[in-house]
């Protein structure tokens, strides 16, 4: 939603799938969209540029079953877990795997902002196709952000420590005070600032966290 918003600003035409069509009308209703498609084949004949904004398992899903990805001139996803997201994209000769650090807790389009990716970092995986990986890189320009080249299994250990570990943290706190709460209530009237600052992230889509603790588990674990 938030490279649709971003993109279409800039000038582009903008075409969206989502299994969704609630998150389909809500996109076309703000301007974000200038058409859809009926699945991920069809965007894929229609595009130039296809951006795979899925959650990981549905990412890799995707890419190792749809081989019209191979027509765009640029394939590139947003997951934040990169090796196995390579791996999976191996005979799409135009992908490149890159992740933005922008994430919020809330998901959805109805948390899209087209100023999202502004001065923040987006990890470009290096890839085969280095004009497809140039290509991305301006874009990601064009988007606000500033690309960071990284190779996958770096960034998969990197990311373990700078963003997957604070999301296991903070759920992992969440649990501790809700059970502290369930004996003596009066443990929510001493929250303060901080601990409602450490609790932001565990509001997150457990159901888009999990895969991605899968996906890297073992950098997650020796986090």
Not at 195 to 206: E, F, K
Request: glycine share 8%; proline share 6%.
């Amino acid at each position: 939603g938030s490279i649709a918003l971003r993109a279409r600003a800039n000038g582009a035409t903008v075409i969206g799938f989502d299994r969704d069509p609630g998150a389909l009308n809500a996109a076309t209703a703000a301007g974000a969209l200038d058409a859809t498609a009926p699945d991920l084949t069809a965007l894929a004949e229609r595009c130039t540029i296809l951006a795979i904004a899925l959650p990981v398992d549905a990412t890799l899903a995707a890419l190792a079953s749809t081989p019209a990805l191979n027509l765009p001139e640029l394939v590139f996803d947003v997951a934040s877990v990169k090796a196995p997201v390579v791996h999976a994209a191996r005979t799409i000769e135009r992908f490149v795997a890159s992740h933005p650090l922008a994430g919020r807790e809330r998901g959805g389009f109805g948390a899209a902002d087209a100023a999202l990716f502004e001065g923040r970092t987006w990890a470009v995986a290096p890839a085969r196709d280095r004009a497809a990986q140039a290509r991305l890189e301006r874009l990601i320009g064009e988007l606000g952000a500033r690309p960071l080249v990284v190779a996958a299994d770096e960034h998969d250990r990197l990311v373990a420590v700078s963003s997957h570990l604070p999301q296991v943290l903070s759920v992992a706190l969440g649990a501790r005070l809700a059970a502290a709460g369930a004996s003596d209530p009066r443990v929510y009237d001493l929250c303060g600032p901080g601990v409602l600052s450490m609790l932001r992230l565990a509001r997150s889509d457990a159901a888009l966290w999990g895969p991605i603790a899968q996906a890297n588990a073992g950098a997650v674990a020796e986090a």
